[in-house]
T-cell receptor
Framework: DAGVIQSPRHEVTEMGQEVTLRCKPI?????LFWYRQTMMRGLELLIY????????DSGMPEDRFSAKMPNASFSTLKIQPSEPRDSAVYFC?????????????FGPGTRLTVL | QKEVEQNSGPLSVPEGAIASLNCTYS??????FFWYRQYSGKSPELIMS????GDKEDGRFTAQLNKASQYVSLLIRDSQPSDSATYLC?????FGAGTRLAVHP
């Protein structure tokens, strides 16, 4: 199995631009998680899906952030408009089990820099 | 507000020693706990899970859970320089801040 795939691996954009991060979970996994990691705030859950349905989006910072999971093999995290404080590493993870009771497999992350 | 607390470190131990990493949590009803390891510039990877009170051993790693005290720990025996990483405690959608471990030769 290829593991969790994320793209792009690096993204540099200017403030105000739209950013779309993509994730392909491990085949057969039914939960998908989006995290953001910074030195100041650590690893924070933004949103998680179970069977393609958003279950908990309480970590989504504000309306500028949106996430979708149109099918079991693809998810996107969009930031519009982007701001310098959005600069972080964004991880996608997937799990075989529902909620957060099982092992999560992380993708390599997308390093986002907003100038 | 549910919390998972860890000492950020760094925790410095000599090669061959036992490294002890600690974590406290606030959700009394929690049933499952996980330890992830994250090397610098890499993504987290699961190294241990524990669901019941007591100890769980896997090679050089031992996870300990005490639900009454809301405390979970990770012991690394015979620490190696390759164990130098940040160790993250995880419970119910929340990661602790992580403890940075440095094993020096």
């Amino acid at each position: 199995d290829a593991g969790v795939i994320q793209s792009p691996r690096h993204e540099v954009t200017e403030m105000g631009q739209e950013v779309t991060l993509r994730c392909k979970p491990i085949s057969g996994h039914n939960s998908l998680f989006w995290y953001r990691q910074t030195m100041m705030r650590g690893l924070e859950l933004l949103i998680y899906f179970n069977n393609n349905v958003p279950i908990d989006d309480s970590g989504m910072p504000e309306d500028r952030f949106s996430a979708k999971m149109p099918n079991a093999s693809f998810s996107t995290l969009k930031i519009q408009p982007s701001e310098p404080r959005d600069s972080a590493v964004y991880f996608c993870a997937s799990s075989l089990t529902s909620e957060a009771r099982g092992e999560q497999f992380f993708g390599p992350g997308t390093r986002l820099t907003v100038l | 507000q549910k919390e998972v607390e860890q000492n950020s470190g760094p925790l410095s131990v000599p090669e061959g020693a036992i490294a002890s990493l600690n974590c406290t949590y606030s959700d009394r009803g929690s049933q499952s706990f996980f330890w992830y390891r994250q090397y610098s510039g890499k993504s987290p990877e699961l190294i241990m899970s524990i669901y019941s009170n007591g100890d769980k051993e896997d090679g050089r790693f031992t996870a300990q859970l005490n639900k009454a005290s809301q405390y979970v720990s990770l012991l690394i025996r015979d620490s190696q320089p390759s164990d130098s990483a940040t160790y993250l405690c995880y419970n119910k959608l929340i990661f602790g801040a992580g403890t940075r471990l440095a094993v020096h030769p």
